[in-house]
């Protein structure tokens, strides 16, 4: 069984920050990749960033040069550090990761979302 608990959200002003992390757990877990998503009221769910256990990392062009991801893989963590917020930045946030081994047992890509953390960007 996997679990992800997320952690960081809450209300900030324009031009704010705020850090979002997403901590996954399991027996003997392994994950390929890690990331979050975002789904704002009345709009699609969209990937914000994605980073792999070595580092690669993947960012959204709304966010690029604002936002960034990382990775500790010894603790199964990605963080979401998040500057220079816009109220269009409010959404829920969910964190998104590809288990590949469990227990170890290898489970193909299977994919586990969080229960979601909401950021609000409101002056």
């Known amino acids: 069984q996997v679990q992800l608990v997320e952690s960081g959200g809450g209300l900030v002003q324009p031009g704010g920050s705020l850090r979002l992390t997403c901590a996954a757990s399991?027996?003997?877990?392994?994950?390929?990749?890690m990331g979050w998503y975002r789904q704002a009221p009345g709009k699609e769910h969209v990937l914000v960033a994605s980073i792999t256990r070595g580092g690669s990392t993947n960012i959204a062009d709304s966010v690029n040069g604002r936002f960034t991801i990382s990775i500790d893989s010894a603790k199964n963590t990605v963080y979401l550090q998040m500057n220079s917020l816009k109220l269009e930045d409010t959404a829920v946030y969910y964190c998104n990761v590809h288990v590949t081994s469990v227990n170890g047992f290898h489970v193909g890509s299977l994919e586990v979302w969080g229960q979601g953390t909401l950021v609000t960007v409101s002056s």
């Open positions: 399991g027996r003997s877990l392994v994950l390929s990749d």
